[in-house]
């Protein structure tokens, strides 16, 4: 994965600390992976019509596209309507998680850009603001 130094260290500490424990809570699957998409990639920001650069073109952002387990099962990060799935309260928890590591998240109820990923960046804002979608 290519990404600055903060974006890896949130990373790792995201996986240690909430998707490591929580995929043991809701799925009794440890943890073997995370499938990441998009790291480094110079480029405008896709969907929102602004031109304005990505995250993404200063390595500064990752998106995880899903998870795998030991069992050898891969859960892909969607859209989840089933709220009794423990998919769907992993994928939530994972989700509210990652919202104390990054600055930006964003997922699959943001918009249909990202309906298959969580994007994790870690955009610098005014005031500290952080955006968890």
């Not at 480094?40 to 387990?69: K, P």
């Not at 928890?93 to 969580?118: E, K, M, Q, Y």
């Amino acid at each position: 994965v290519k990404v600055r130094c903060p974006v890896a260290r949130a990373l790792g500490l995201w996986i240690d600390r909430v998707a490591a424990p929580l995929a043991r809570v809701y799925l009794d699957d440890p943890l073997a992976a995370v499938v990441v998409g998009t790291d480094y990639q110079c480029r405008e920001r896709r969907g929102d019509g602004s031109g304005r650069i990505s995250e993404h073109a200063f390595a500064n952002a990752v998106d995880v596209m899903g998870l795998a387990f030991e069992s050898g099962r891969i859960m892909p990060i969607a859209v989840r309507d089933d709220t009794s799935a423990p998919e769907r309260a992993f994928q939530a928890g994972i989700r509210g998680g990652a919202c104390a590591f990054f600055t930006t998240v964003l997922g699959p109820t943001t918009n249909a850009t990202h309906s298959d990923h969580l994007h994790l960046d870690m955009a610098e804002r005014s005031g500290g603001y952080r955006l968890c979608e």
